[in-house]
């Protein structure tokens, strides 16, 4: 089991927010010039941000494998400055979606297939019923560099995650107990995911619990080391969103309360493709659309209008997204109270 103690939920928004919107879009702003002065930074203040917001803002977020062309992490969040809440969706990157006519149907490889971040908004807007306004792209290998930076990332294991895979020329040995990770091991910890009871979804589970620890050290570090380490990590980013847009985002965030910061998973289970044994996850499109309609403000009649999410071909995947999966909703308080724990394999 992973543990996760005293962790913030809303530190762990806040390392989804600053890492990829408050950082991405310094490091964005040092070199753009159409929201102002080159490396000038911009401050906005709350009654702007409501201005500015008073529509949700909805954001989706990758992290980039740029070796393999692949999304390796994929959320979807929203922010509503009206009632102050924020919600989080996580999307397994392994979810069936058919984007393509190719055979590889996993959503962690729509981007590079339909021709970039843009379009798989279009994408994803379109097949989820929801408004999406904006994207930031990450490279994931900036992620050892900005773990180094900010001094080491420190969780707590209460058993060690051991794995060996000569092919890919990767071994993931991190002890039990309090564990200081650097940017290599961290890498290693986010990536591992074969020995945890549901793969993938245990994964994102382990995401939540770095992101929550490195928001803690983002959220120390002086501006001129922020802006610093902004700069560094300009290459690796991508994004549409404005510096305004982002200080303006970071303004309401500031002010939502724990009660009101929800973070879920995308409700459904693991099928295989029997014809080619290809793992996926099917989503389950009445827990999916529950959520769409409750939190990001879709119209039952426009979810997966076009049927893309439902593998019509396996009766396993069309089982999972006929029926309906129980899901959990994470909130700041009841994280704070009850922390995360991540089931292994005995």
Known sequence: MLKKNAFKITLIFVGVIL????????????????????????????????RAYAKPFTLLVLGKDSAAGLSDALMLVRVESMNKRATVLQIP??????????????????AAALGGEEALCSF?????????????????????????????VEIELDEPLVYNDPEQSLSINIPAGKQKLDGKTALHFLRYRSGYVRGDI???DAQK????????????????????????????????????????LANIVSEISEENIVLVTLPGDEAVAEKS?????????????????????ASDREFDKNGVFKNEKYESFK????????????????????????????
């Not at 994803?124 to 019923?129: A, D, N, Y």
């Not at 044994?277 to 403000?297: D, H, K, M, Q, V």
């Not at 899901?327 to 089931?343: H, Q, R, V």
């Open 19 to 50: 890492l990829t919107i408050a950082i991405v879009t310094l490091a964005v702003s040092a070199g753009r010039k159409d929201d102002g002065e080159e490396g000038k930074l911009i401050s906005v203040n709350n009654d702007t941000s409501e």
């Open 277 to 297: 044994g290809a793992s996926y996850y099917s989503l389950s499109a009445p827990a999916t659309r529950e959520i769409l309609s409750a939190y990001f403000g």
């Open 319 to 346: 089982e999972i997204y006929e029926n309906y999966a129980p899901y959990k909703l994470y909130t700041a308080s009841t994280i704070s109270e009850n922390g995360i724990i991540i089931d292994k394999h005995d």
């Open 209 to 248: 619990v770095f992101l929550a620890a490195m928001g803690r050290k983002v959220k120390a570090l002086g501006a001129i080391d922020l802006a610093r380490l902004a700069s560094a990590i300009l290459p690796k980013v991508e994004t549409n969103v404005t510096l305004v847009q982002s200080l303006s």
């Open 93 to 110: 990157r392994d979810t069936y979606a058919e984007y393509t006519e190719n055979s590889y149907k996993k959503i962690n490889g729509a």
């Open 124 to 152: 994803l807007s379109e097949s989820f019923g929801i408004d999406i306004d904006g994207y930031v792209s990450i490279d994931m290998d900036a992620l050892p560099y900005i773990v180094d930076a900010v001094g080491g």
């Open 202 to 204: 245990g994964r994102m």
